[in-house]
């Protein structure tokens, strides 16, 4: 089976103007609003809450569907001295999920037992055999954490025996079979009418102790840690509830006040003093946690979060660590063993693969990591199968596009049992049915995977040069933490980067380590589990593309900046090479919807006389600004000047709409444009879409190509910008955008005049005749005022007037177009770069996500 293409790497553009409303409105840096932007948060007020969670913003545990039943049984058993057991699982969600609960009991001196089912001996969640021991142990009520939504038999033999069930599952239900439990607590179940419906076990134990106990505020917030470690490490989306959960539990957890938490942080090397995130969670204490659960018994983990003693806390924290590096070395092995299979018995035409074998005794507590590095690797969903005796265990891992869960409904009927979510699921069934589930997988993939599912991307935030990611910017991201699910650390992309110095291999030879600079600053960066990689990079000379996510590294005093590679892209020719047009159509292929043309560099004059003599449908021709649509029309081809409209941004809708019109009928030939149209997907079909000038951002340009996009006919988009566009487009950057140097020359002036002017205020007209500078920089610096409320702008038609207004100190930073100004000078570099020497075939990649994106906005990663 060959493996994937190369990745096709998305970038979010988010809408610049909301970025700069939003920092100026929040007081966070211009990155951080885009950032927020590129998750989905889209106003300040919930911008403010993921920031700045609350305790109060947690919803009422009681809008929870039978919360109220839970807690009334539980206070019961309080009341009657029953003997009440939690019943957990062994991955780090179970085990948190049952040591909250445990420690909750703690603090109201109530009693309670526990039971963490053994992997090997008692697979998942209840069983029969399992329900049987705890009731044979005295157990009246009990309560599972992260498992049972399933368990109809298991929870009906409970019920034979006497005991009464509280469920508390975040798994997805069997759909119509429901277990016969005293209380379902779960958002997933039908009917629940519970506003966040994505916590994960943990969280559902914590609102169960948020009920049980409201009025311990401080205990519940002190149980945060092990919340938002279980929900991190079990790839809960971290938004909604679980960020302020996250959040808030993450504050908890840089406290270290639990030994277990202590002792486990310098277990896994992370130092008092440096601060945990989301990545010390997932690859630091997850890991360790989840090795006991495993290799052996997950109970020590219970134990860990529960002990009062340090030296207890100490001993497990140490075993953990020895287990997870026993962990390691067999996931290796199997995983290796894995892709031999796959590679010798799998053809590509395989789109879901289910490999099995008689691995290692231990192999069934790592087949879901296993499971997870394959998916990596081929870009398919992937089952691995522990084959041991009549019956075999394994967990299953899957790409966007297929719910994995429904996969293994669909084979109900080849199955002992199975469970999980849409990206992660376990299951068991009789060994001999290995071969017909391994076509009724594959044939499920078949059936709902399209062949875009099947392309791997890669989403990024945005561009940069390397020289923006300071020490200073890198800290504002810790707002942000805990990165995780739906709440990703930022992934950056930067191109033409070129390596300094000669990569290395640290890890024991896993990983890869190097230096690299695009021009403006050079950095460290590691490529975690790309050490395979060293030959083809030793030998590298040519600048290429990189997609990271950048991190503080602190160690031994030395702070500094790392990037963290999550791909690269070598290849690709300045200005495209020889390739003039993109997609190249070979004979039976159907027409794209878009086309680039790189003419970069040509002559502009004979190039629009060329389009505009051809007897094709109309033509919008893109220029940078109002000056240089004048100069169009009167210096460039002033010759079809009469055939030509004009549109720019003080043109209404109303206007705009009716040259669409006139262009579409052949009244007018072309329409040369300085802004977007603000109703691209009513466009009428045109011919040709031509960039005159370089773009200052990416969502200029974008909005640009969108037009080309409203019908299903061809159009080109042609890039016949130059070199010699670069300094214009910076020198109307300098005007529209005034740095603060100027803004300050401009105002003093400004001042000077209005007051010398009397109580009357001066005419704008005045101000914009040139004496204090450009009319583009004062219009620019009086709109920089006005939102730093210095100056107020009297805009009678026929004589607006500006007036100072008492002095109020604001910073240049509550003013969005100054931060939209000073984003546009930072970033434009990389941007230009990307229009003038980008291949077209990646320009035109770019272009069709973008566009597509601007048509469907997304809701946050």
Not at 290 to 297: C, I, P, W
Not at 382 to 407: F, H, Y
């Amino acid at each position: 089976m060959k493996r994937p293409r190369a990745k096709i790497w998305q970038f979010n553009t988010p809408a610049l103007d909301e970025s700069f409303a939003l920092a100026a409105e929040l007081g966070v840096s211009l990155l951080v609003a885009q950032l927020l932007i590129n998750r989905g948060l889209k106003t300040a007020a919930e911008a403010h809450i993921y920031l700045y969670p609350k305790f109060e913003h947690l919803h009422d545990a009681f809008e929870m569907a039978d919360m109220a039943k839970a807690v009334e049984r539980i206070n019961r058993a309080i009341k009657r001295g029953e003997n009440i057991c939690v019943y957990g699982d062994y991955d780090t969600d179970g085990t948190t999920a049952t040591a909250l609960l445990l420690n909750a009991f703690r603090h109201i001196d109530v009693p309670v037992e526990y039971y963490i089912p053994n992997r090997f001996d008692d697979g998942y969640g209840l069983s029969e055999k399992t329900v049987e021991e705890v009731r044979e142990k005295g157990t009246e009520l009990l309560i599972t954490v992260d498992c049972g939504i399933k368990s109809v038999k298991e929870v009906e033999r409970a019920n034979e025996l006497g005991m009464d069930v509280i469920i508390t599952d975040h798994h997805q239900p069997d759909p119509g079979a429901r277990p016969a439990a005293h209380a379902l607590i779960s958002p997933k179940v039908e009917g629940n009418e519970y506003p966040y419906p994505e916590l994960a076990g943990v969280g559902l134990a914590f609102k169960v102790a948020q009920a049980l106990i409201p009025g311990e505020t401080a205990l519940l917030k002190s149980l945060l840690d092990l919340v938002a470690l279980g929900t991190v490490v079990d790839i809960a989306p971290l938004t909604g509830e679980n960020r302020v959960l996250s959040r808030l539990g993450l504050e908890e957890l840089n406290k270290r006040k639990r030994p277990g938490i202590r002792a486990l942080c310098t277990a896994a090397g992370l130092a008092e003093g440096k601060p945990l995130v989301g990545r010390s969670l997932s690859f630091g204490l997850g890991p360790r946690i989840n090795a006991a659960g495993r290799l052996d018994t997950a109970s020590k983990v219970v134990q860990l979060l529960t002990t009062e003693s340090d030296d207890e806390a100490k001993r497990i924290a140490t075993e953990l660590n020895s287990k997870n590096q026993a962990r390691r070395e067999l996931e290796t092995s199997i995983r290796d063993q894995a892709e031999e299979l796959i590679e010798k018995k799998l053809d590509d035409d395989t789109k879901g693969i289910v490999v099995a074998s008689e691995w290692d005794d231990k192999a069934q507590g790592v087949v879901g990591i296993v499971a997870s590095r394959l998916m990596e690797t081929y870009h398919k969903p992937v089952i691995v199968l522990a084959i041991k005796g009549e019956e075999s265990t394994g967990s299953g891992r899957c790409i966007a596009g297929m719910n994995l869960a429904d996969s293994l409904n669909a084979c109900d009927s080849l199955l002992v049992k199975h469970g999980g979510h849409a990206a992660a699921a376990g299951l068991t069934l009789k060994t001999k049915k290995i071969p017909e589930f391994r076509e009724a997988f594959d044939a499920y993939a078949r059936a709902n995977l399209k062949e875009e599912h099947l392309q791997p991307k890669l989403s990024m935030d945005f561009e940069t040069s390397l020289s923006e990611l300071t020490l200073e910017t890198l800290a504002s991201l810790s707002q942000l933490e805990p990165f995780g699910e739906k709440n990703p650390a930022p992934r950056f992309g930067a191109r033409n980067v070129k390596l300094v110095g000669t990569p290395s291999l640290m890890g024991k030879g896993r990983h890869l380590k190097m230096r690299v600079s695009d021009g403006t600053a050079n950095r460290e960066a590691i490529a975690w589990r790309k050490g395979e990689h060293i030959v083809t990079l030793k030998g590298l000379t040519a600048p290429f593309g990189i997609a990271f996510s950048p991190e503080i590294n602190e160690w031994q005093g030395h702070v500094k900046i790392q990037l963290i590679l999550k791909d690269w892209k070598i290849g690709g020719n300045p200005r495209g090479g020889n390739r003039r047009v993109f997609p190249a159509i070979t004979d039976g292929e159907a027409e794209p919807i878009v086309k680039v043309i790189n003419s970069r560099g040509r002559d502009k004059k004979d190039y629009l006389l060329t389009l505009l003599t051809r007897d094709e449908a109309g033509i919008v021709i893109y220029v940078q600004n109002r000056k240089m649509q004048e100069l169009l029309l009167t210096r460039l081809i002033p010759e079809k000047a009469d055939c030509i409209a004009q549109h720019d941004e003080t043109t209404t809708e109303a206007e705009e709409a009716a040259l669409v019109e006139k262009l579409a009928r052949g009244d007018i030939r072309a329409i040369a444009s300085s802004a977007t149209f603000s109703k691209p997907e009513r466009f009428p079909f045109v011919k040709h879409f031509v960039f005159c000038h370089l773009s200052p951002t990416p969502d200029e340009f974008f909005k640009r190509c969108q037009p080309a996009f409203a019908t299903e006919e061809t159009s080109g988009l042609h890039l016949i910008y130059a070199d010699a566009d670069v300094q214009l487009m910076n020198e109307w950057i300098t005007q529209k955008y005034p740095a603060e140097a100027e803004l300050r020359r401009l105002y003093t002036q400004l001042r000077d005049r209005i007051q010398s002017n009397g109580t009357d205020g001066y005419p704008v007209a005045d101000l914009l005749n040139g004496t204090l500078g450009t009319p583009a920089s004062v219009q620019a610096g009086l709109t920089i005022f006005e939102e730093l409320r210095h100056i107020e702008l009297n805009r009678e038609p026929e004589d607006a007037r500006v007036h100072l207004l008492p002095s109020e100190k604001r910073g240049l930073e509550t003013s969005h177009t100054y931060l939209k100004g000073q984003w546009i000078r930072e970033t434009s570099p990389a941007f230009v770069t990307f229009q003038l020497q980008e291949d077209i075939k990646l320009i035109w990649e770019r272009i069709a996500h973008e566009c597509r994106s601007i048509n469907q906005p997304n809701s946050g990663l």
